[in-house]
């Protein structure tokens, strides 16, 4: 079987980089310049391509490796239909379900009730369910996992076990959110980077990141996408802000996630 060389696989690496965080942040810094909220005319503009650079970043990659007729990366899963797809919805409930479960638990320790009335605001805001779950879905896991798992990470376990890999890419993509916080009106903003909220929002994206590793290696990048989707809108309807429900949420992903990688990874071309 053909395969890509270590220094092939760290170019492609540094390649995806650069294009993912110069656009993401070029873009943020404009809309952060323009000063308006996210939503409204011309931040949003921006604001919304800037979500966007690990999909160019992923493009410049396959670009490039197409150019020069390589093979795709070891650990690549394809993505094309098949029996791995059944991990999809299962996947998708389990990352819902750790947000739920976590809420749930933060409730018994004194944290912040469930309440679904924010988020019953939320959808009627967005302009109805099925609005709703485009943005949700376009807002995050599909502009950003073909990057995130679907090239970043196969590059990076050339060189690493799966959980380093994890790790290193949930740290990178914590830092890949620092823009956000200056963009008044987003969630990041409302927590601050300085403070509590904002702290634990960027800790959490590493064993929520660690999730999406898994699920990637289960069912490609459509199950990354599905457990990216899975746990943003859990959070978005359950209006997880509260620093309490937020530590037990990055405390339940954490173990849940450290329990499935603890399993031998499948093949990955399978």
């Known amino acids: 079987m053909t395969t890509i060389s270590p220094v092939r696989q760290k170019s492609g690496l540094t390649l995806f980089w650069t294009v993912n965080f110069t656009t993401s942040w ?53 993505s094309r239909p098949s029996v791995r797809w059944f991990w999809i919805l299962p996947l998708l409930l389990l990352a819902s379900a750790t947000v739920v479960a976590a809420v749930l638990l933060a409730d018994v ?36 996992e073909p990057g995130w798992r679907g090239t970043a990470y196969p590059r990076l376990r050339a060189s690493m ?24 009106g987003t969630v990041q903003a409302s927590f601050g980077l300085l403070g ?31 457990v990216h989707f899975g746990v943003n809108t859990t959070v978005a309807l359950l209006t997880v802000d509260s620093p309490v429900t937020q530590a037990i949420v990055l405390a339940v992903q954490a173990i ?9 990874p499948r093949p990955a071309h399978g």
């Not at 799966?162 to 830092?175: D, I, K, S, T, Y």
């Not at 909220?197 to 069912?219: H, I, K, N």
């Open 26 to 78: 070029a873009f943020w810094l404009v809309a952060i310049l323009l000063g308006g909220p996210p939503t409204g005319s011309p931040t949003v503009i921006p604001y919304l391509l800037g979500g966007f650079g690990p999909v160019f970043g992923a493009i410049a990659v396959r670009v490039r490796r197409a150019r020069r007729g390589e093979p795709a990366p070891d650990h690549a899963v394809r």
């Open 109 to 144: 320790l004194g944290g912040p009730a469930l309440s679904l009335t924010a988020g019953q605001h939320l959808i009627t805001t967005a302009g109805g369910p099925v609005a709703f779950v485009i943005s949700m879905l376009i807002g995050g896991p599909l502009a950003e």
């Open 161 to 184: 076990s799966r959980l380093q890999a994890g790790l290193l890419l949930g740290v990178v993509w914590a830092l890949w959110h620092v823009p956000l916080f200056f963009i008044p």
């Open 196 to 226: 509590l909220s904002g702290l634990l929002f960027l800790l959490g994206v590493v064993p929520m990141g660690l999730l999406t590793v898994f699920a990637y290696e289960r069912g490609g990048v459509p199950a990354s996408i599905a």
């Open 256 to 264: 849940v996630a450290l329990g499935l990688l603890s399993r031998g």
